[in-house]
């Protein structure tokens, strides 16, 4: 399939949501606005079908960028029109997954609280629970704000956004069993020796003699995630030079979504995107063998993220 469908009906159909702009094995990208989706036959046959919906909307900065991204109050209004639609599509167990940045006062070096009331809007509008809070690090971003950190020196980088995991119930579908991460050194030891110092601990927690001496597989991961993302290449940045796109300005670590897509669906569930960018969600599901739908109005945006599934397309 090529950048674009040859049949301009088709093309229109595509723009409203009505057909994709191209499909895979397990999921469809739709070229147009997540309002347009929702208003068309492919947005009603899935709601109440989505187990997961996962997504970095464009974060509250205080100057416009070009994937369109909101300011100040105008910000938390517009998030917040997206929560009773987003949960409408969710399954009774389903959940949202929102990314957001942090924001700065303009030409101050304040911390805005915008991320912070945009999110207990978006809880309040559709009646959600915060099941619990993540911080994703980024130990290579460059140091910002700018002029606070590198020319007055006054401020330390911010290297972290939040992710909200919320739900309309108090038990969404989770499992960290499948997000399980690799034993340290010290605790491989201890299972090889199956001794362990047992006892009452200074904060009063009584532990005994056996309760860490289990080989669970792995470690239960915290709620402190770190991701980098400094590849200079990869099939989607070459696909997009190689046919003259324009790459995404804000791309998130696909281990990420990967984490998300492990910990809270099963193989075959339905995840979506509604802000899907250069569909990093999409690529994750794909490669998880979960179906997926992703969302995005900007032309440029959809076609390059034809790169991530060259090998998967179908006509």
């Known amino acids: 399939m090529g950048l674009a469908a040859n049949n301009p009906t088709e093309s229109e159909a595509a723009r409203h949501g009505h057909s994709p702009a191209y499909r895979t094995r397990l999921g469809a990208m739709y070229e147009t606005t997540f309002e347009d989706f929702l208003a068309s036959r492919s947005g009603t046959v899935r709601l109440g079908k989505t187990q997961l919906i996962f ?16 300011v100040g109050e ?3 209004d517009w998030l917040a029109s997206f929560a009773e639609p987003l949960t409408d599509l969710l399954t009774e167990d389903g959940s949202i997954v929102l990314e957001l940045g942090n924001a700065w006062e303009p030409g ?13 809007r978006f809880l ?7 099941c619990q809070q993540f911080v994703c690090h ?12 590198n020319v007055e020196r006054i401020r330390v980088k911010d290297s972290f956004t939040h992710l909200w995991w919320m739900s309309p119930t108090d038990r969404p579908k989770a499992s960290n069993r499948e997000v399980l991460t690799q034993y340290s050194d010290s605790m491989k030891s201890l299972l090889k020796s199956k001794t362990y110092n047992g006892g009452t601990r200074p904060s009063q927690h009584k532990i005994g003699d056996t309760s860490f001496l289990s080989d669970n597989g792995g470690a239960i991961p915290p709620n402190v995630l770190t991701f980098s993302n ?16 324009s790459l995404h300005p804000a791309r998130m670590p696909p281990g990420l979504a990967e984490f998300f897509i492990n910990f809270l669906t099963d193989p075959g569930d339905l995840v979506l995107d509604p802000f899907a960018g250069s569909n990093t969600t999409g690529a994750a599901a794909e490669e998880l063998d979960r179906r997926w ?10 076609a390059g993220s034809h790169g991530r599934f060259r090998s998967v397309m179908t006509s």
């Open 293 to 302: 739908v992703a969302i995005e109005p900007t032309a440029d945006y959809v």
């Open 108 to 120: 101050r070096p304040v911390m805005s609280t915008l991320a912070l009331r945009a999110l207990l």
């Open 138 to 149: 980024n130990p290579a971003k460059l140091p910002t704000p700018a002029q606070w950190v």
């Open 230 to 245: 400094t590849l200079s290449t990869d099939p989607y940045r070459e696909y997009c030079r190689a046919n003259a796109l």
């Open 55 to 70: 997504t970095s909307p464009p974060f509250p900065l205080n100057r416009k960028k070009r994937y369109g991204n909101k």
């Open 74 to 76: 105008e910000y938390v």
């Open 124 to 130: 309040e509008s559709a009646d959600l629970n915060l």
